[in-house]
């Protein structure tokens, strides 16, 4: 190499290792040289030895070292910080200070946590990280009939494989003597009372802006209630309301419950409380005792922004910032456990890790990356209104998350046998990727007995390029498919295919999950799943690999005997 080489090949090693963790490989560096100096192409094998001293002396450096030779000596490497770049899709938080903002997220441990929960969890993280402040995981677990054990552990799952780091983890049932204590000093100061009407008589006084008897009775009175709900009232008798205005526009706003009797057990603190708070009362004392500053919720709780103000100046506990952003789904993947659970009922849907599904689980399997989620998250911003995203945006993000690292591996569905005459060799050896490191594999074709895909191998006759093998002129004979091996001419203009040998490949099953929904129904044939024959070298990448069937896609390897389609 030439000193201008050199400094080149010096700027990619600085802007590789950036771009990775502080480190690059003289593996990586090379192929992106040859990228930008085709002419040195001729002397690759010379270049790695020249390639070694670089990259160590890079990889001695510490990352802001790189950057600073980066700035200064080959500026036009630089690239903006790419998650900087995505946080620009949020907008600043009003009255925010580095080092003070507190955001939450609150999931319910009701079931499992899906792309809607994706999105509210990391905006809540990335304004943690953009202010310098924490972000509090707190599950929201006052509805002991729909909780259970099982949900909070899938919910911290998914939210570990999203990257997501919270500064404190807790219960809101943690914090139910306090809470039911603030409930009853809001029935002390008459700010609110137990309604003892039957619930019809409740919704329909709602209705018709009319305050029901039980409200104009003295907070003594009130008080002797409130103890008879822990004890000689049974569900369903007594409800705790907000003294709200019946007469608001925001129905919200008329006098609204903030506890009910459940006598259900509860997963983490069994029969210790029956009492309950909604989800209103629950929310407002538990962000403002947990010190949140600003507090964000998906649109549907638009309206009940003002309850939420008015029960903390009730309670005179200090108040967070509230703001809304869309609930976030994709076309034809409904999110709802009221479609989701007959599915699964009905055998429709497998489980909640059915790759069909938007849940964390189903993508996970599907072979979307955590960091690809992000980006998508980021990329749509923090709009207000209802976002229905197609998968597809999802995918390309994806698609550019996982190529770098996606082997490249042979696969044939609908196979037809070839035996090849003329061959020299017992194995060929070929790159697991066109221009990253990933090292390299042998596929053995000691015997000339070959698979093809079907669809390529033509009627009788033919020449095909079987990659990493060469030309092959095909003929039909005696009802087997001949190939004789010609030259490795890869200008030859014949077709490029894949194949696979007869000995050590595996049969595996492919499945290929397609929108759940179609017109707003479900769609039986959504699923669909066939046997193919992949390449040896398969039984040795480790489950969870995300590999690039060649002129396929890239598909995830869930077990040993299945992969599942990705994306194109
Ligand atoms: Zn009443």
């Given at each position: 190499?030439d000193?201008e080489?050199a ?7 600085l ?11 003289p ?5 992106k040289?040859?990228g930008?100096?085709?002419e040195?192409?001729s002397?690759?094998s010379a ?6 001293p ?9 990352e802001?070292?790189q ?9 036009d490497?630089?690239?903006d910080e790419p998650?900087?770049q995505?946080r620009?899709g949020l907008?600043p938080?009003?009255g925010?200070?580095?080092?003070s903002?507190?955001t939450r997220?609150?999931p ?6 899906h792309?809607?929960h994706?999105?509210?969890?990391i905006?809540?993280d990335?304004y ?10 707190r599950f929201d677990d ?6 259970r054990l099982?949900y909070y552990a899938?919910?911290?799952v998914?939210l ?9 983890v807790k219960?809101?049932s ?9 409930g009853?000093?809001?029935i ?5 009372y137990v309604?003892?009407c039957?619930?019809?008589?409740v919704?329909?006084g709602r209705r ?9 009775k003295?907070?003594p ?5 409130w103890?008879?709900m822990s004890s ?7 409800i705790?309301?907000?003294r ?10 008329r006098d609204?419950?903030l ?5 259900v057990?509860h997963?983490?603190?069994g029969d210790s409380?029956?009492v309950w708070?909604s ?8 962000d403002?005792l ?8 998906s649109?549907?709780?638009e309206l009940r922004?003002?309850?939420y103000?008015s029960?903390?100046?009730a ?5 967070p910032?509230m ?6 789904e ?5 999110v709802s456990?009221r479609?989701i659970?007959?599915?699964?009922e009905?055998n429709?849907?497998?489980?909640y ?12 399997r599907r072979?979307i990356r955590p ?7 980021l990329?749509?911003g ?7 995203a197609p ?11 996982v190529?770098?690292?996606s ?12 035996r090849?005459?003329?061959l020299?060799n ?8 066109p221009?990253e490191?990933l090292?390299g594999?042998?596929?053995p ?6 698979f ?9 006759a033919?020449?095909?390029w079987?990659m990493?093998?060469g030309?092959i002129?095909?003929?039909r004979?005696?009802g087997?498919?001949?190939g004789e ?9 014949n077709p490029?295919v894949?194949?696979?040998p007869k000995?050590?490949s595996r049969?595996?099953?492919?499945t290929?999950?397609?929108p759940l929904?179609?017109?707003g129904q479900?769609?039986?044939?959504s ?8 390449e ?6 480790d489950?969870?690999?995300v ?6 896609g890239?598909c995830?390897k869930?077990?040993p005997?299945?992969a ?5």
């Amino acid at each position: 190499m030439d000193d201008e080489q050199a400094r080149r090949a010096r700027g990619i090693a600085l802007q590789n290792a950036l771009e990775h963790g502080g480190s690059t490989k003289p593996g990586i560096v090379i192929s992106k040289l040859l990228g930008e100096l085709p002419e040195l192409r001729s002397q690759s094998s010379a270049l790695v030895g020249e390639l070694g001293p670089i990259t160590d002396s890079v990889n001695a450096m510490s990352e802001s070292a790189q950057r600073a030779e980066l700035e200064s000596d080959h500026p036009d490497r630089l690239k903006d910080e790419p998650r900087q770049q995505e946080r620009g899709g949020l907008p600043p938080l009003k009255g925010a200070a580095a080092g003070s903002v507190v955001t939450r997220f609150p999931p319910e441990p009701n079931g499992y946590p899906h792309i809607g929960h994706a999105k509210a969890a990391i905006i809540n993280d990335e304004y943690a990280k953009m202010y310098d402040g924490r972000c509090v995981l707190r599950f929201d677990d006052t509805n002991p009939e729909a909780e259970r054990l099982e949900y909070y552990a899938a919910i911290k799952v998914g939210l570990d494989w999203l990257g997501i780091e919270f500064a404190s983890v807790k219960n809101t049932s943690d914090d139910m003597d306090e809470i039911q204590s603030r409930g009853r000093g809001l029935i002390e100061a008459g700010r609110a009372y137990v309604c003892t009407c039957k619930s019809d008589d409740v919704s329909k006084g709602r209705r018709q802006m009319k305050a029901c008897p039980c409200s104009k009775k003295d907070a003594p009175d009130h008080l002797d209630r409130w103890e008879k709900m822990s004890s000689k009232y049974s569900p369903g008798d007594a409800i705790v309301r907000f003294r709200g205005d019946m007469e608001s526009q925001n129905t919200t706003m008329r006098d609204p419950v903030l506890f009910r009797i459940i006598d259900v057990r509860h997963p983490l603190v069994g029969d210790s409380y029956r009492v309950w708070p909604s989800y209103d009362f629950a929310v407002a004392v538990e962000d403002s005792l947990d010190g949140v500053t600003h507090a964000f919720r998906s649109k549907e709780y638009e309206l009940r922004a003002e309850l939420y103000s008015s029960l903390l100046d009730a309670l005179e506990m200090r108040k967070p910032a509230m703001d809304v952003f869309s609930r976030l789904e994709f076309e034809g993947m409904p999110v709802s456990k009221r479609v989701i659970r007959p599915l699964i009922e009905s055998n429709a849907v497998s489980w909640y890790d059915d790759p069909r599904l938007p849940t964390l689980e189903a993508m996970r399997r599907r072979g979307i990356r955590p960091d690809a989620i992000r980006q998508f998250v980021l990329s749509l911003g923090f709009t207000k209104a209802d976002t229905m995203a197609p998968f597809a945006t999802l995918e390309s993000r994806n698609r550019k998350a996982v190529d770098a690292t996606s082997p490249r591996l042979h696969m044939v569905a609908d196979p037809v046998e070839i035996r090849i005459s003329g061959l020299d060799n017992d194995g060929v050896t070929m790159r697991n990727h066109p221009t990253e490191d990933l090292g390299g594999r042998t596929i053995p074709v000691a015997d000339g007995e070959v698979f093809i895909p079907k669809a390529d191998a033509g009627s009788d006759a033919g020449a095909l390029w079987l990659m990493g093998i060469g030309n092959i002129n095909l003929s039909r004979g005696g009802g087997v498919m001949r190939g004789e091996y010609v030259d490795d001419d890869l200008d030859s203009g014949n077709p490029r295919v894949q194949w696979v040998p007869k000995t050590g490949s595996r049969q595996i099953t492919v499945t290929v999950p397609k929108p759940l929904f179609r017109g707003g129904q479900y769609d039986p044939q959504s699923l669909s799943e066939s046997a193919a024959l992949v390449e040896p070298h398969w039984a040795e990448l480790d489950e969870d690999t995300v590999v690039q069937f060649v002129r396929y896609g890239y598909c995830r390897k869930d077990s040993p005997g299945q992969a599942i389609f990705t994306h194109k």
